[in-house]
């Protein structure tokens, strides 16, 4: 099984602020996903990146996949309350099939 | 359209006992995927379906959890005997195949006494 790693592990920062999150492996993707998850609900998807390079927007959410498919970042701009949560990235690996969770960044925005 | 279904969403059990959970996933989607979520951590791949046929479950703890997706639809994972350290979410999942989007139920929270 590949592992997805995911830095930091937790984080906590006021309302206004902005933040990035990173999920990195040694092995190349052939698509990555992030989600983000509240207590006591399953994981929802916010976006899917499948070619190097890419960057998506969602409103003040930017997410980046690395040229060579091992990494990416999520960005968040004018963090909100609202965005607290689980963030977690899960991945195929480029010759794989089985679907894996990093283990997640926590944040914490406090209004 | 309708998303993935568990049922029960919460099970209090005692340990040595047996459960079973239930997942009903998006209609035509072909894989499906049960993960394992102790709080606090990122959920745990458990089996891979595609279909009817298993693709994964290199992670599936084989002397206890068994699941079956019979007729390539519905599955139900089993746990016999539970111990204290399956407390957890297991949580079911769906997508129309490998490397799509995959779409999560709420979740069955189990808890070992």
């Known amino acids: 099984t590949q592992l997805l790693e995911q830095s930091p592990q937790f984080l906590s920062i006021q309302e206004g602020e902005n933040l990035t999150v990173y999920c990195n492996s040694s092995s190349v993707f052939s698509s990555l996903q992030w989600y983000r998850q509240e207590p006591g609900e399953g994981p929802v998807l916010l976006v899917t990146v499948v070619t190097g390079g890419e960057v998506k927007k969602l409103k003040r959410l930017t997410f980046q996949f690395g040229d060579a498919r091992k990494d990416s970042s999520l960005h968040i701009t004018a963090a909100q309350p609202g965005d607290t949560g689980l963030y977690l990235c899960a991945a195929t690996h480029l010759y794989g099939q089985n679907f894996v969770f990093g283990p997640g960044t926590r944040l914490s925005v406090l209004p | 359209e309708a998303g993935v279904a568990q049922s029960p969403r919460y099970k209090i059990i005692e340990k040595r006992q047996s459960v079973a959970f239930w997942c009903n996933p998006i209609?035509?989607?072909?894989?499906l995927y049960w993960y394992q979520q102790i709080l606090g951590q990122g959920p745990k791949l458990l089996i891979q379906f595609q279909n009817n046929g298993v693709v994964d479950d290199s992670q599936l703890p084989k002397d206890r959890f068994s699941a079956e997706r019979l007729k390539g639809v519905d599955s139900t994972l089993k746990i016999q005997p539970a111990k204290l350290e399956d407390s957890a979410v297991y949580l079911c999942?769906?997508?129309?195949?490998?490397?799509?989007?995959?779409?999560f139920g709420q979740g069955t929270r189990l808890t070992v006494v």
């Open positions: 209609s035509g989607h072909a894989t």
């Open positions: 999942a769906s997508s129309l195949g490998v490397n799509t989007e995959a779409f």
